[in-house]
């Protein structure tokens, strides 16, 4: 069965077929590390990571790289504002590349609760400016750069499918086009390349180039990453919708420039945005929705990735606490009944040994996730597999930790009912039936097991243990 994608470029569904074979090279755009990331950023990674998931259950590897951005990223998406890194120094007076390393860190950490796998590869752009000086060489050898006050620009008019990700008229912004605020760029929409003369007087991270002191633009710097460690020409790309109109745009106009390949990418992939209740989701504000903030409420990571996954990542999807609660609602019935389940002594089998039945779900959830990833439905499966009557604990149990794997709920980290749970008087009865079998006492065994559902407690020998659950 064949795995359709949605292809910003074309706006449409599309069956995806890789480059190479099985090999799926795979391009995110990381965080910007001058603040925690908001959830809505953690939206965006969580269908990052369930596309690589779903690539991986389909047989797929899956070469998945990652910047950091730790320099060169302005306020503005435009050239305008401060680098976002040296504000928040000057803001804290630590140095920028303190702050990166905290920041960095607590996204990591937030990856990591939220189940989030860790990419192959996750470069930093300070790591890389060499290869960014090298890009700027050629597309300058190449004829699409020009010098202006101080800064290297790439020049849209030497690419003539510059903005088609976007479907951008730029006629139309030309004659509509405001003030430019860098009157030094021959057309409104043009890009720098390279910084050589900082608008912000002090900017601390600086490097020599063959244009002079100075910093790289931060478009710059996930072409070049990309394909340092992907190859001029790869499978995915993703990020949010907001990358459309400018980074990404500029990204595909300065490689394909630079490699004169074209496409660079195949596919593109864009994830909707998380909103707050206030419109839009934003760091500005004070206090901003973080996943810690949500843990130090008392949520669970798997609660705001349960939420995450029972909206399309095509849609925008509404933060609330009460849609949060509803999620968190449902993924503690799921629990509960997995519980139930290994309660009953459900053991994973071999998924060739399923039933026609559970071979049947399976498959609706194969090509529910393989059509653009649609997780309510496959939710939804997950719901049915749980609330089935024909099949069996056992099988159940297989088809959950199966799906699973694409979820990422991690739903085999369910425990089972602990003897803590019981009250001490089962416990024991419990323990001292486990001795009386150890001893091949089998009478008395049974004797125990009978007292025990009169107390209400059933008993299931099971090959990795005792099990047991109330019945009454
Ligand atoms: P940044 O750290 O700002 O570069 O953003 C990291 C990722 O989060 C990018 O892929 C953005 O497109 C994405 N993003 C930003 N805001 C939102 C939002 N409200 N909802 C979903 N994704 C977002
Ligand atoms: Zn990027």
């Known amino acids: 069965m064949p795995v359709t994608l949605y292809n910003t470029m074309e706006r449409k569904l599309e069956e995806f077929i890789p480059i190479e074979d099985r090999q799926v090279r795979l391009y995110c755009c990381g965080p910007t590390v001058y603040n925690y990331a908001h959830v809505g950023n953690l939206r965006t990674y969580v269908f990052e990571d369930i596309l690589r998931r779903t690539l991986e259950y389909y047989g797929y590897s899956v070469r998945h790289v990652m910047n950091v951005t730790d320099v060169g990223h302005l306020v503005g998406d435009g050239d305008d504002g401060e680098d976002k890194m040296e504000k928040t120094s000057k803001e804290t007076g630590k140095s920028v590349y303190e702050i990166a390393d905290f920041y960095a860190d607590a996204f990591f950490a937030d990856t990591a609760d939220l189940n989030i796998l860790t990419p192959t590869v996750a470069c930093r752009a300070t790591e890389h400016i060499d290869d960014m000086i090298a890009l700027v060489k050629r597309l300058e050898e190449r004829g699409h750069t020009y010098t202006a006050g101080g800064n290297v620009y790439f020049s849209i008019d030497t690419f003539p499918a510059y903005g088609r990700l976007a479907r951008l008229d730029l006629e139309e912004l030309r004659s509509g086009a405001r003030i430019e605020v860098d009157s030094n760029k021959r057309n409104p929409k043009d ?28 478009h710059l710097e996930c072409s070049a990453m990309s394909m340092r460690y992907l190859g001029e020409q790869f499978d995915i790309h993703c990020g949010g919708t907001d990358h459309i109109p400018v980074h990404h745009t500029n990204e595909i106009a300065q ?12 596919y593109w992939m864009h994830a909707e945005f998380l909103l707050d209740e206030s419109g839009k989701m934003s760091k500005s504000k004070g206090e901003f929705l973080t996943l810690s903030l949500l843990k130090k409420k008392g949520y669970d990571p798997m609660d705001f990735r349960y939420f995450c996954l029972g ?17 968190r609602t449902a993924r503690l ?11 009953a002594g459900a053991e994973p089998v071999e ?6 039945r559970a071979v049947e779900l399976r498959a609706d959830f194969i090509e529910q996730i393989g059509h653009d990833l649609n997780m309510p439905r496959a939710l939804s ?10 099949l069996s ?3 159940k149990i297989t088809l959950l930790y199966d799906i699973d794997k694409v979820l990422g709920l991690r739903i085999d980290k369910i425990p089972s009912l602990t ?8 416990a024991s009865l419990i323990r001292e039936r486990e001795e009386a079998r150890r001893a091949k006492n089998y009478s008395r065994a049974d004797e125990l097991r009978d007292i025990l559902k009169t107390l209400g407690i059933e008993i299931k020998d099971t090959p990795s243990g005792t099990k047991w659950k109330k019945i009454l």
């Open 311 to 327: 909206g399309h990542y095509r849609s925008q999807l509404q933060f609330s606490y009460r849609s949060l609660d509803a999620a």
């Open 381 to 390: 499966t997950l719901w049915a597999i749980l609330k089935d009557t024909v």
């Open 351 to 356: 998924v060739v040994a399923l039933s026609d």
């Open 393 to 395: 604990p056992s099988e």
């Open 191 to 218: 890009f720098v390349l390279w910084f050589t003369r900082s608008k912000f007087g002090n900017q601390s991270m600086t490097w020599d180039s063959p244009w002079g002191v100075g910093y790289p633009g931060w």
């Open 419 to 426: 003897d803590e749970e019981l009250d001490e008087e089962c």
């Open 333 to 343: 019935n799921m629990s509960s009944r997995v519980q139930e389940l290994l309660a």
């Open 255 to 266: 490689s394909e420039a630079a490699t004169g390949k074209s496409p660079w990418v195949k």
